[in-house]
């Protein structure tokens, strides 16, 4: 019984956190939707083989991320020799119909995606989940000054290849 009641907590986290995970994903993917659905499964599925010692974690929200932080970029340090990535993204029509900020997206989607994995992964952490220079530091195993230079670095690079014209892109 007991069992089946963690399986059931699991389920019911799972459920709940699924969606932010994605998001999180596709940001630290570029857009690579396809990716970021691997790394939220691959993610789900360590999760779950730990979900028993997950009592003794006060934030399994936070920690659901670091490891999708982690299992990311892991990803990227292994990436097979064949597979080429390409700054060229698909024609995908607005699933609201609207087209409201679809050109923002990709415009930022593209830019994130020039970024070195690693940097991308401090403007994901630093900037959409908001977390700080420390808990960033912890999650990629790197000091706290690692992340401040790589924040400055990535957030310089972004200045460049968005440049001063973005307000076009956010303009109904």
Not at 48 to 65: K, L
Not at 81 to 98: Q, Y
Not at 131 to 157: F, P
């Amino acid at each position: 019984m007991r069992r089946q009641g963690r399986a059931d907590e699991y389920a019911e986290f799972a459920a709940a956190r699924a969606g932010h995970l994605y998001r999180s994903a596709c940001l630290l993917t570029a857009g690579d939707t396809h990716l970021a659905e691997d790394l939220v499964q691959e993610t789900l599925g360590k999760l779950y083989v730990g979900w028993g010692r997950m009592s003794r974690i006060g934030n399994p929200a936070g920690y659901a991320q670091t490891v999708l932080t982690r299992t990311f970029l892991a990803h990227q340090r292994r990436r097979s020799s064949t597979e080429r990535a390409t700054d060229v993204l698909p024609d995908r029509p607005d699933p609201g119909g609207s087209g409201g900020d679809t050109p923002l997206r990709l415009t930022l989607l593209q830019a994130l995606s020039r970024l070195p994995a690693k940097d991308r992964a401090v403007v994901v952490l630093r900037y959409w989940e908001d977390r700080s220079v420390e808990e960033t530091a912890d999650v990629m195993h790197v000091s706290s000054a690692a992340v401040r230079t790589r924040c400055v670095r990535a957030l310089g690079r972004l200045r460049e290849l968005l440049g001063e014209n973005l307000d076009e892109y956010a303009r109904p």
